[in-house]
T-cell receptor, first 114, second 114 residues
């Protein structure tokens, strides 16, 4: 079966712009989580959605937001981009949205802010 | 807050030798842990997991050991192969019922020498 699909794979944006990233989970998975990966901070949890509701949020500023659609696809948005937002953004899906049910990660979107 | 730490950022082993990657966690209430492998340009890939009611779990060429007393877990890779070269992360899946995010360690870069 198809894995977690993230689009686009690569993105270059200018400071101050906004960006929207997309994630299509594994078919049947209802939970989608987003993580930011940087060399300095490692993998950090952004937020988790289940059945179109945000259930959990990490320690990121309000410029980072997301949503989930009825088909479980999810988008995350970053507004007023800063250089420090350059990172690999990873999406993970899970059948029920609990870590002990297993999370499968996509290959990520590499965002570069210039 | 919760944290997960790895003992060594890099590890080099000879092909055919066994590899051991160590990880410490801080949350004594956590009952689920996962090891992920991340190759360049890809998202984290599930290797093996373990629940707190177990001390040891074996997979194909991999073994995870959990010591709840000292809050330590390790990943052992038998007969390390060139394809095992990657960054390995341990992740704390939190406690049952509330585990909706993963707390990752900083990662160990494993290099397999010919």
């Amino acid at each position: 079966k198809a894995g977690v699909t993230q689009t686009p794979r690569y993105l270059i944006k200018t400071r101050g712009q906004q960006v929207t990233l997309s994630c299509s989970p594994i078919s049947g998975h209802r939970s989608v989580s987003w993580y930011q990966q940087t060399p300095g901070q490692g993998l950090q949890f952004l937020f988790e959605y289940f059945s179109e509701t945000q259930r959990n949020k990490g320690n990121f500023p309000g410029r980072f937001s997301g949503r989930q659609f009825s088909n479980s696809r999810s988008e995350m948005n970053v507004s007023t981009l800063e250089l420090g937002d350059s990172a690999l953004y990873l999406c993970a899906s899970s059948p029920r949205g609990a870590a002990n049910y297993g999370y499968t990660f996509g290959s990520g979107t590499r965002l570069t802010v210039v | 807050g919760e944290s997960v730490g790895l003992h060594l950022p890099t590890l080099s082993v000879q092909e055919g030798d066994n590899s051991i990657i160590n990880c410490a966690y801080s949350n004594s209430a956590s009952d689920y842990f996962i090891w992920y492998k991340q190759e360049s340009g890809k998202g984290p890939q599930f290797i093996i997991d373990i629940r707190s009611n177990m001390d040891k779990r074996q997979g194909q060429r991999v073994t995870v050991l959990l010591n709840k007393t000292v809050k330590h877990l390790s990943l052992q890779i038998a007969a390390t192969q060139p394809g095992d070269s990657a960054v390995y992360f341990c992740a704390d899946g939190g406690s049952s019922g509330s585990a909706r995010q993963l707390t990752f360690g900083s990662g160990t870069q494993l290099t397999v020498l010919p």
